[in-house]
Structure formats: C-alpha cells, structure tokens
RNA sequence: GGGCGAGUGGUGGAACUGGUAUACACGACAGACUUAAAAUCUGUUGCCUCUGAGGCUUGCGGGUUCAAGUCCCGCCUCGCCCACCA
C-alpha cells in the first residue's frame, strides 16, 4: 500500500502524454466537437481566477472525446494591449521579451493544470503572422464602408496617454488606470457596429446564451421605440426636433431643454442672454462626465426664446443645460413635471409646471383630487383634450398618429449603442494599416503589402509618445502614386484582435487568409465557449460584430458561429474580495500544483459549488479535495481479494456504479460539476465500506471501480490515468469511450413512499413501484403511528401520489 | 434612476416539471490507533423543549394549494451590470 504522490504521478503522466501526442486534434472530424475558452492576456499574473473557467472547458472537451467525439481544444494568448505595455514600461522591458516570457510561463501552466490543450495550435496575436489578418480585417471593414474615421470628442486617459472606448470608461474613470477622464478632439477610427444594431438583436434569438448576458446586449444596443416630434421655434420657420419615449406627456410639457452643444442654441440665444450661455457651454465642455454626473444639482441657463407646443400650441421657453447630453437622441428634451430631472430643474429655475398623467388605479379621470405626479412610464391621461382617460401606451399611438396628420410627429426608433472607436495612440497593438498621402489622401495598405509590421526593439518612451513616431515608421511611400506618404500611427483596439481569434483555431498556420475555410467548415461552429460574466457587453458583442460582418462580406457561413456560451462565475480571494493583484488576494497556482498535485485543484474548484455562481477561494476547505483524491486511490489502488459473495450486496454495488455513470454523464453535460463530484464522493464512501466490510464477486468490484474510473477522468485526469493502468489498461484513460450502463440496474423496484397528515411527514413504507393508489392507502392507514393521528379527526380527504406519497387531509 | 440575479445549518453549498428541506464537503465535538502529535479510521452534529417523544425551521409579512425553498402579491437586505439615454 502505497501513498499517492500526486507531484510524481502527474510528472510522468504529463510527459507521457507530451510524447505520444494525446491531445493532437484529428485532422478529418467526424463527429467535431469544438470546446472554446475565453483565452487571457498574458499579463504575467495568471492565477486561479484563470484556472476555474478553462477546467469547465477541459472537462466538457475530455468528456466530449468520451462520447465519441473529435475534438478542436485549445488556447491562446491576447498578448497585445495596455497591461503588457504598462507592465514593460514598469520593468524596464520590450513590451515583446515582457509578453513572450509571459507566454512562456503560461503555457507551462495551462500544461501542469491538466488542460487537454492541443500545444501545436497555440495562437498569440502580437505576432505578425496573426496581426497580419487583423489588419487585412480592417481593410475589409474600410473596402465595405464599415470603417471610417472621423473628428470626435473622445474619452481621454491621462494618465495613460490614451483615448478610451465608452466601454472602457466607468463612472468617468478609466477602467485600468482609475484616471478621471478628459474629453479630447481627435481624429480617429470607427467600426461601423451600429449598421448591426438590429441584426445583432434578431440573433440574440437563435443563439442558446445565459439570460443574464443576452440583457446585457440587449440593454446595451438599447432600442427604444418612440416619436420624434417637431416644435415650432416661436417668431420663426423653423422647427426643433425632439426625440421623446413619452409624448403622451406632450400636454404637460412647458419648457424645452438644449444640450450645450446643439447646432440650434447659438442662433437661438437672444442679445442679452449671449454671454451667459456662451460661458456656460465653455464651462460644461471643460467638464468631464465625472462632475457632469456628480454635479446632482442641475445648472443651466434661459436661451430668451420660446418655442409652440405643437399639441397645446402654449409657448415654452427653451434652456440649455448639460444634463442633457448631446449624443443621444437629437441633443434635446420637451420637459414636465412627470420626469424627476426635468421637475427638479424646473423648480429651481422656478419654470411652471403640468401634469396629465395619473398613476393606474382605474381609468377614471374625475377622481383626481390632489395634484398628483406620476413618474411612472404607465398611467392614465387628463388635461390632454380628446386623449383624456387613455392609458399611456394607448396614448402614445394616437397622440404620435394625431401630430402625425399636422406634420408634426412620426414614430421612430433610436439605438444608446456607438460604433466602436477602435483607435489607440499606443505602441504594443496592431498597426492600423492605413497611409496618408497630400495627394491621395488616405488610402489603405495594399493587401500585399500586409502586415504593416509593428517595430520591434523600441524603447517605450514613458512621455506616451508612441515608438511608432519614429520617421523609419511614418515615412513610406502612397502606394497610389508612389509620392511621400506618412503612415498611421495609432493602432487597434484589443478587442479587434480578440473579435476573430477562434477562427483560426481550426487552421492556426494557414497563410492565405486569416482563416481556412475547409478547416472551418469542419470544425464550425463552436459547440461551448466559455468564459466570465464581465466579457458580456464588449468582447462578446464584437465577436458577434464581427461575424455578421464576415458572413454579410461573404466570408464565413453564417452569422452566429458560437451558438452555445456558458457563462462561468467569478472566484474571490480567500478574503471574499475579487481575486486580482492589486488586491494582494491572488492564488498561485504553482504552489498547489506542488503541493497537492492539479487534480485536488481542478476537484477543489470544480466542487466549490455551481460553476456559473463561482466563489471564494477558501484555502481551509481545500484539504478535503486532496482527501478524497487518496480515498479515490487507495480504494482503486490496492488489492480487494473476497472470500465468499452476498448477493445483497452484489446488487446494490452494480446498481450504484451503474447509476454513477448515469448521474455524471447528465450532469457534466449540462457543467453541473459540483453534484457530479458529490455523487463521486458517494459512491466512494459506499464501495470504501464495501471493500472494508463487504463480499462481493472480484468481477462486480472491478466493474464498478472501472466505471468510477472512467466517468472521473474529465475532472481529475492524472490519478485516473494512473488508476486506469492499475487496473490493466493498455491505453489512455482518456481515449476510452465512456462507460455504459444497464437500464435495468439504474432503474429500482422498489420506492420509499412517505405518509404525511395535513402535508406534515409522519411515516414512510417501502412499496415495489407502481403499486396501485389503493394498495398505497391501504398499507398507509394500516401503520400504527399513522392509524393513532387519523382517528383522532375525520378524514376529509386522501391524496396519493403514485410512487412518492400518500396525504390524509383530516379535520381535528 | 434602470436592468439582472441572490438570500437555505457554525461555513461553502444540494434539492428534477410544487411532493421526504439541509445531499456532498468543510469545521466542531467524542472515540479508536499512538509514549505523544500529525495522518488515518469510526461516531455525533439545523434549532428548541426533552424520558419516551414532540414542536419549529429555507430574509420578513401575506396569499394560492391536500402539499410551497420552489408559484403569486407586498416589503427588507446583499451582489453584479448599466446609468442625468428624454
């Protein structure tokens, strides 16, 4: 008897399994399974936080290979953007040497922690032979019109030197560098993602994702449906045009409030008010979002005109004022009292104001009393003419209908979703492969000419200036007429290179295209990918981007190639904290993979509870994962030599292997990997007693620790491999088919049935299954702890349920 | 302010379409082995009264039902995402 060493055990296995090739994807699938994780940015602190969602994957793709399948399992490497670039800066390194070390060490890593990686297909996008084809995706997107660069106000890090994508910003500070944030005119590159707005809403519907992230895109492209109503400018042709979600408030509405920066408010700001509202337009393009938000109280200013309402013809006096932002909608509101920021403006500018919608108790109009607001989106009209006593959604119809007659109203609809600012003023990123000639004007790098390679060796000089400044660069030829041209000197967003990567998966060397199209179409779509919650609204709705894109250009099949995502929790630090450096709460796991070997991790992990909840990392409730995995070992492991045989137990000991293997194929099926284990851990402690106290045929006992064996071997890979051996198996665990099990032995004969009083449990009595309601009843009302209850009260009546219970209903 | 989700023992968490609440694990306590400790093994462990036995329990308050952690209504708390989006 011999302890497991699981540091020894997996060494070999590892190294085994390197030399004969196991984890080689088959070049000619039959039946494909592709098992994609969200791959990482090798920053240089992978930790556990990593780890838990690329075990799910490792277990679905080596339970897939079980069910007969061939699969594509891989990972790869973000290796561009700020992190690495910040982190070389820091060390004094090349942003290449920093992130190829990275690479390195990762790699090494995702070996030891057991992942069924095929080590061949590895992708790191820095590479030119990567970055290659996201710019030549780049000169698809501009040949389609669906890149464009314009002059725009853009959110500007200053401690990074950067701009920033709105999602990158987060209540006005920098996601990464906590910096307040600036606004900035620059001229940059836009994807045109908006043009998809509709189309990336319909395939939210053909596509099997959580809930949770298809409301985050859907709150995101955040469609709305309302009217865009004209207001004549009072002594004036003119009009000014408001987009409202609510115009059945329209009879209430008494004044009308300007973004600073609409085209309308310098011509419509009378002599005497000039001045102020000059100032005020300066003071609030100075502001950032930050104070624009944190300013709760609102300011503004009076422009001196008015404008109709078209509904009640009244004059409205038109402000301006920065709650109201400039890019959505047409930088303009029609204000009442049934809004909380337009009520609380108004009083403290001392602007009158109307109500006309009550809340909903019933339609009747006549029983208002009191000067009611309702600031609910439903209600019932009064004060609005023939419209009185409509319900809200009733009125927006017929009000934007009735407008409509005059001219003055039309429905429409309008998205909160930008296009994607994909321009970075950084070094460590793909060149935007685009050529600036005085007489050309821009024009793109031919394919041929790609990639635009990023220089390497640079220092990367702390003032923010780009290595790409440098004349070697900029200065190059317009491939129009071949006179001096400059190049461009940002390059793309992250997210650009990380919006195609699975595509090349499938053919990661192929070199006349970004991808294979012979290799995709073995291998597409995607049957799981898997990553974190946090990935919702930017990485995950660019990737669909993307592939609308390619498949409207003719590039790739279809439009939603990943049907299938599964969103894993998130693990905190021992401390319940999110596991991240900065917080000092990381796990390394290195130091487990020593000490306890990867299984008792990935078991640890996997066990923690379900694997879409995640949780804390608690280091004093790891010892029992690494228990178990010598319990495991010691019961497979070491001899079991019966005497005699009883039968009773024969029985049940095939029933539960048998069942065991049913109950972990469902549940790793559907990466309900916690009760999977549990039941694991069950069958464990049962066979452990059975083997210490029991007789059973030598047969029946290594049948039901072969099928524990097997039905393991996705969750912990290395002491199954071992255990395979033990019991004389000539190949890899991991290439046996998964076991099978009777019917007849995961099916019982007989059922416990429980009696309860008034839905109270009292007793219970075993029953052979699908005994008749009657026979049930009979057997119930003749126990003695039951017969004692019932006749102390009259039985109103009898529930059976088959096979589960009998209910006496009695009146005491 | 909007959206989504969650509240179950000392702890992490189980519980299929309403049908035995607390699986599995951690921790704790007791015992065995040991000179001793660690490791391992065995037993106990939701709470309350307690001799047997009984009563109570899924954040709080109602409701539907023979039966509610699960469905409905109203609250409270926490988490995540979004946010002066008209």
Redesign the pocket.
């Known amino acids: 008897m011999s302890k497991y060493e699981p540091k020894i055990v997996e060494e070999k296995w590892r190294k085994v399994w390197r030399e004969t090739g196991l984890y080689k994807t088959p070049e000619n699938p039959k039946n494909p399974y592709y098992g994609l994780v969200m791959f990482a940015y090798p920053s240089g602190d992978l930790h556990c936080g990593h780890w838990y969602p690329y075990t799910g994957g490792d277990i679905l793709a080596r339970f897939a290979r079980m069910q007969g399948h061939d699969v594509l399992h891989t990972n790869g490497f973000d290796a561009f953007g700020l992190p690495a670039e910040n982190a070389a800066i820091k060390r004094g390194l090349m942003a290449d040497v920093w992130t190829e070390e990275n690479i390195s060490t990762m790699t090494r890593q995702y070996e030891a922690t057991g992942n069924m990686y095929d080590y061949d297909r590895l992708i790191n996008t820095s590479k030119p032979e990567y970055y290659k084809w996201t710019q030549w995706l780049f000169l698809q997107l501009y040949k389609n019109g669906k890149a464009y660069q314009k002059e725009a106000l853009v959110n500007w890090d200053p401690v990074d030197k950067t701009v920033l994508a ?2 990158q910003v ?2 006005g500070r920098a996601e990464r560098s906590g910096a307040e944030v600036e606004k900035k005119s620059l001229k940059q590159w836009f994807f045109k993602i908006t043009d998809y707005a509709d189309a990336l809403l319909e395939g939210l519907d053909n596509i099997e994702w959580p ?2 992230i298809k ?2 895109q859907k ?2 492209i ?1 469609k ?1 449906h ?1 009217s865009l109503v004209k207001f004549p400018i009072k002594d004036s042709n003119d009009f000014l045009e408001i ?4 115009i059945d408030t329209i009879y209430s509405g008494t004044f009308i409030v300007l ?1 600073p920066e609409h085209e309308l408010v310098t011509s419509l700001t009378v002599d005497s008010q000039k001045q102020e509202v000059v100032k005020y337009q300066e003071i609030s393009q100075s502001k950032t ?1 930050t104070v ?2 944190e ?2 109280d ?1 300011s503004g200013v009076f422009t001196g005109s008015y404008a109709l309402n078209p509904a009640t013809n009244e004059s409205m006096p038109i402000w301006v004022a ?4 400039g890019g ?6 029609f204000a009442d009292a049934h ?3 337009d009520s609380e403006f108004a009083k403290k500018y001392n602007i009158p104001l109307k109500t006309s919608v009550k809340p909903v108790d019933d339609r009747d109009i006549s029983k208002i009393e009191s000067f009611e607001i309702c600031f609910e989106d439903d209600g019932i009209l009064y004060n609005s003419e023939h419209f009185d006593g409509l319900t809200s959604s009733e009125a927006r119809e017929k009000i934007t209908e009735y407008l409509g007659s005059k001219g003055l109203a039309q429905k429409t609809t ?1 998205y ?1 979703l930008r296009d994607w600012l994909i321009s970075r003023q950084r070094y460590w990123g793909s060149p935007i492969p685009i050529i600036y000639c005085e007489k050309c004007g821009t024009v793109p790098v031919p394919e041929k000419d790609l990639p635009v390679v990023l220089p390497l060796a640079q220092k990367i000089d702390k003032s923010g200036k780009s290595p790409l400044y440098r004349d070697s660069f900029i200065n190059t030829e317009c491939p129009e007429c071949g006179g001096q041209a400059k190049r461009e000197t940002d390059t793309m967003d992250t997210f650009v290179d990380s919006s195609w990567y699975y595509l090349r998966y499938p053919n990661p060397h192929y070199d006349k295209g970004p991808f294979d199209p012979e290799a995709l179409n073995k291998w597409l779509p995607v049957s799981t990918y898997i990553g974190g ?2 990935h ?2 930017m990485h995950l709705l660019y990737v669909r981007f993307m592939a609308h894109f390619l498949n409207e250009a003719g590039f790739l099949e279809t439009n939603e190639p990943i049907p299938r995502f599964i969103c894993n929790g998130l693990i905190d630090g021992p401390d319940g904290q999110k596991m991240s450096k900065s917080r000092g709460n990381v796990v390394d796991p290195d130091e487990y993979v020593n000490k306890y070997g990867a299984d008792s991790v990935r078991l640890y992990m996997m ?4 694997y879409t ?1 995640g ?2 990392w ?1 280091p ?2 790891f ?2 994962a690494s ?2 995995i ?2 495991f070992y010691e019961l497979v492991h070491s001899d079991y030599k019966p005497q005699e045989i009883n039968t009773i137990q024969e029985v049940e000991l095939q029933s539960r292997s048998h069942k065991l293997v049913k109950k972990l194929k469902e549940d790793i099926a559907v990466a ?1 990997f ?2 999977a ?2 039941a694991a ?2 069958f464990v ?1 049962f066979a ?2 059975i083997k ?1 106290y029991g007789v059973v045929s030598e047969a029946s006992w290594k049948e039901a620790v072969s099928m524990l064996v097997l039905s393991m071997a996705p969750i912990t890979p290395y002491v199954c491999e071992e255990l395979w051996q033990t019991l004389g198996g000539q190949e890899s665990v991991h290439k046996q088919a998964w076991p099978r099990y009777d019917e007849k032995l995961v099916t019982d004969d007989v059922v ?1 049935i ?1 009696v ?1 009083v ?4 009292k007793n ?1 009595f075993v029953a052979e299954i699908g005994t008749a309601n009657e026979e049930l009843e009979k057997i119930a009302r003749g126990l003695d ?1 039951i017969n004692k209850i019932i006749q102390k009260g009259e039985i109103i ?1 009898v ?1 059976v ?1 088959p096979n ?2 009998v ?1 006496f ?1 009695i009146k005491q």
């Open positions: 709105n999602e987060i209540n809930n949770r409301d985050a709150n995101w955040g709305s309302g987009y409202t979600t609510r973004a979002d624009r938000l300013g709760k609102k920065d709650f109201v932002l959505y909608g047409t930088g303009a509101v809004d909380q920021r309008q909160r919650p946090e919702a609204t066990f923690m509870g379900s909840d949780g804390p608690d004093a409730r010892e029992g228990r178990f010598s319990r309900k916690n009760t284990i549990a851990m069950e402690n452990s007693q210490r416990t429980v309860q008034n839905g109270k449990l219970e702890a009546k529930v349920v589960r219970l209910n209903v």
